[in-house]
C-alpha cells in the first residue's frame, strides 16, 4: 500500500516538459551541421572550404566518418519535431552512445594496437575510437572490450527502438516454432 501512494507522489510531482524553442533552434542546428558534413563527404575539391569539414570529420571519425552526417541530421529531425522534450532524449542518447560504440569497433577492427598513432585514426575510428580503446583496452583488454562495446550496441538500439528484451527474445523464439 505504501508504494503504491509512493507511485502516486512520484506521479504527481513529474512536470511535463513542453519543447521550447531552444530545442528547436538545437534540432535545426544540428540537422545544418549534417547537412554541412554530409557535403563534405560529396566534396572533390581540394581547395574548397567543405574538405576542410571532411578532413576534421575524417580525423575525429575515421572509417565511420560517414555515419555522423546521418546521425546529426535524425537527431536535429527528432529535437525538432518532437512534441515532448527534455534534457534526456532516448533517441538522441542512444544514438550518440550506437556511434560511440561503433567508433570504438571500427577502431579495435580497422587499426588495432594503433590508438597512439595520428596517422592512422583514419583507418579506424577516428580520434574517438582510439580514445575508447586506448581507455577501455587499459582497463579490460581488446577481447573484453570489443564484447563490451558490443553489448553497449545493443543496449543504445535497445534504447533507440521501442522495442523490450522481452519483445525480441519472444519474437525469435516464436519464428523458431
Same mark, same amino acid.
Given at each position: ?18 519543447? +521550447?524553442?531552444?530545442?528547436? !533552434? ?13 557535403? +563534405?563527404?560529396? +566534396? +572533390? ?7 576542410? =569539414? ?6 575525429? !571519425? ?25 534534457? =534526456?532524449?532516448? =533517441? ?18 580497422? &587499426?588495432?594496437?594503433? &590508438?597512439? &598513432? ?8 577516428? !580520434? ?24 553497449? =550496441? ?24
Amino acid at each position: 500500500m505504501a508504494r503504491k501512494k509512493r507511485e502516486v507522489e512520484i506521479e504527481e510531482n513529474i512536470e511535463e516538459v513542453k519543447p +521550447s524553442n531552444t530545442w528547436k !533552434f538545437v534540432g535545426a542546428g544540428l540537422f545544418a551541421l549534417g547537412c554541412l558534413f554530409g557535403a +563534405s563527404l560529396l +566534396s +572533390s575539391a581540394p581547395e574548397d572550404t567543405l574538405n576542410l =569539414f571532411y578532413k576534421l570529420e575524417a580525423l575525429l !571519425f575515421g572509417k565511420m566518418a560517414f555515419v555522423l552526417p546521418l546521425v546529426l541530421i535524425a537527431c536535429g529531425l527528432k529535437l525538432m519535431l518532437s512534441k515532448k522534450l527534455g534534457y =534526456f532524449n532516448r =533517441f538522441v542518447w542512444g544514438s550518440v552512445l550506437m556511434l560511440l560504440c561503433l567508433l570504438g569497433m571500427s577502431h579495435l577492427f580497422f &587499426a588495432p594496437n594503433e &590508438a597512439s &598513432a595520428i596517422e592512422t585514426w583514419q583507418r579506424g575510428g577516428g !580520434f574517438f575510437g582510439a580514445m575508447i580503446i586506448k581507455v577501455l583496452g587499459a582497463i579490460a583488454g581488446e577481447t573484453a572490450t570489443g564484447i563490451a562495446l558490443a553489448i553497449i =550496441f545493443v543496449v543504445a538500439l535497445l534504447v533507440v527502438l521501442p522495442l523490450s528484451v522481452f519483445a525480441m527474445v519472444l519474437g525469435s523464439l516464436w519464428n523458431k516454432i
